[in-house]
């Protein structure tokens, strides 16, 4: 199901659930992270954040800014190139900054941190990096029909396809089978 503000978690990790906030990337890309708000739903939704807190259109830009440096670091990761430097400077920098800690807030666990946002991206840019060393980065692939980036959890390691509710897998399988009926007659 998707919930009603459009993000979808189905990346396999949520470095790459955050990669996957500007979305259609083999098109136009679709900007999902449009502002301050929708940037502290996301993190709020992915337990990064908690409710209430506000985010400058700063936060926006370096959060967009995070994003894109795993993007890039991953997909070349995927394309078979080296890892660029600047982009591996910003995460070791963004890692290095202290994350959320737990708190027991009225018999509850929450996870806190003093700079939200610093601390939201120190803990992607933790979960980008182990992407990019193995095991974890033999698991990346780019879905060949919307080009999302995702980490294969399955056992056997074999996903082509995305997980997307536009159904990827489904729609190259359909097409592929037009094209073997189309040569059959
Ligand atoms: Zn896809």
């Known amino acids: 199901m998707k919930p009603l503000s459009g993000f979808e978690f ?7 659930d955050f990669v996957d906030t500007l979305g259609e990337r083999a098109g136009q890309g679709r900007e999902r992270l449009e502002d301050e708000n ?3 739903a996301w993190l709020g939704q992915a337990e990064l954040a908690p ?33 660029p430097a600047d982009d591996v400077a910003c995460l070791n920098l963004t890692a290095s900054r202290m994350p ?10 929450v996870r806190v941190g003093d700079q939200p946002l610093n601390a939201a991206m120190s803990v992607l840019a933790e979960d980008a990096l182990g992407l990019l060393v193995v095991p974890r980065r033999e698991r990346l692939r780019r879905c ?18 995305c997980s997307s ?11 592929a089978h037009r094209a073997r009926r189309d040569t059959e007659t």
Do not use: H
């Open 38 to 40: 929708a940037l502290a």
């Open 165 to 175: 509710a536009s159904g990827c897998g489904n729609r190259a399988k359909v097409r």
């Open 144 to 161: 060949p029909e919307c080009a999302m980036v995702f980490e294969d959890t399955s056992r056997p390691g074999k996903r082509r396809w």
């Open 51 to 83: 409710g209430g807190v506000d985010f400058s259109a700063n936060d926006l830009a370096i959060a967009r800014s995070v994003r894109e440096a795993i993007y890039r670091c991953t997909t070349s990761v995927i394309d078979g190139g080296a890892l």
């Open 10 to 16: 189905i990346a396999g990790c949520l470095a790459l």
């Open 100 to 109: 959320l800690r737990p708190r027991l807030q009225d018999g509850v666990l």
